[in-house]
């Protein structure tokens, strides 16, 4: 009978441990998705809003092509087009308030010369640079009746180059986050790697951003020339998901989540620390226990921190501790740098 109950309780535990292994894979899909999806609604957006400023870019050069500019205000214009391309894309942050006023300025400076949509144009030349006396500049450079077509023109021609650097940076995230994502599982890695501790954590944070934005702020801060180690990579990332996400669940999505990595002579130690109401005292001993937890009936299996502690101290010969009182919970975790892996034949 006891053979039998022992033999129950360690398919019950298997079982459960496999159900906590797929909800940590249901949070890093989650998390994923959501990073991947502001990248990619950011580039449909700006292609969608691309194609808008391409036709319009097309239709003042039309505008344009009936003017008789003179060769060296050709070479003038595309000189200042060039400038304005690179202007536009290493836009300076304004104030608002300052912003407002200019546009208002070179709005008026096109009604002042009947162009139509003129509230339209304005914001663009702001970005690339451009005041009212510039425009006054053109008038003298290219003449009353050429001043206003190629104001237009530069303005098409500013959004275009906004929107293209805007749909590049969208798109280069998309890598990032793949980047991430492979270096957070060690895909196609042997499960034994020398990795930096940080990056991992990292990658972790990444993966939790999704639920970390909501009103949490994170800190890191990381030592310089902390030693890679040896170490089981995506079982210490698991480690990592299991705390961070429940300091994340402790402050209800308000916060701030520090995240500390420094070394001994003889360890990397890491530190995750969250403002959050604290564990009760009481129950500190147990929050390692297989089973135990604090959360309602269905949230929480219980074993997100077992099976944590087991991957630090008895995979990693590491130690894993938590100092807890209301408003600071700080677990402190310590990997060896030359260590003994288990499993590591």
Not at 91 to 117: C, H, K
Request: proline content about 3%; glycine content about 8%; some cysteine.
């Amino acid at each position: 009978m006891f053979d039998t109950v022992v033999e129950r309780l360690r398919s019950t535990e298997g079982f459960l441990r496999q159900s906590e292994r797929m909800a940590q894979l249901g949070t890093l899909t989650a998390g994923v998705a959501h990073e991947l999806n502001n990248p990619a609604a950011a580039v449909k957006r700006g292609a969608a809003q691309l194609a808008e400023s391409v036709g319009a870019y097309g239709n003042s050069q039309r505008a344009l092509a009936g003017l008789a500019l003179t060769s060296q205000q050709e070479d003038a214009l595309n000189a200042l087009l060039s400038e304005v391309a690179g202007a536009a894309r290493t836009a300076d942050e304004i104030d608002p308030l300052d912003r407002s006023d200019i546009e208002y300025e070179l709005q008026s400076w096109f009604e002042e010369r009947n162009v139509e949509n003129a509230w339209q144009i304005g914001p663009d030349l702001v970005n690339a640079g451009f005041v009212r006396q510039k425009l006054d500049e053109l008038e003298e450079s290219f003449g009353t009746e050429a001043a206003s077509p190629i104001a237009v023109l530069i303005s098409r021609s500013a959004s275009v180059s906004s929107l293209l650097e805007e749909i590049g940076q969208a798109s280069g995230q998309i890598p990032n986050i793949v980047s991430s994502l492979k270096t957070y599982t060690f895909l196609d890695q042997a499960p034994v790697q020398t990795i930096d501790v940080a990056e991992g954590l990292d990658s972790t944070l990444l993966m939790l951003r999704g639920k970390l934005k909501q009103g949490i702020q994170v800190y890191r801060e990381y030592d310089e020339n902390v030693p890679a180690i040896q170490a089981f990579g995506s079982e210490l990332n698991r480690a990592w998901t299991n705390i961070i996400d429940n300091a994340a669940n402790a402050m209800n999505g308000a916060g701030s989540l520090t995240v500390r990595v420094y070394n001994s002579d003889e360890d990397v130690i890491i530190e995750i620390e969250d403002n959050g109401p604290g564990i009760p005292e009481d129950i500190q001993h147990r929050i390692f226990d297989s089973f135990f937890t604090t959360k309602e009936p269905g949230k929480g299996t219980g074993l997100g921190l077992d099976i944590s502690y087991n991957i630090v101290v008895h995979k990693h010969r590491g130690n894993i501790t938590v100092l807890s009182e209301p408003g600071r919970t700080c677990f402190q975790i310590t990997l060896p740098i030359e260590g003994d892996l288990v499993g590591n034949d």
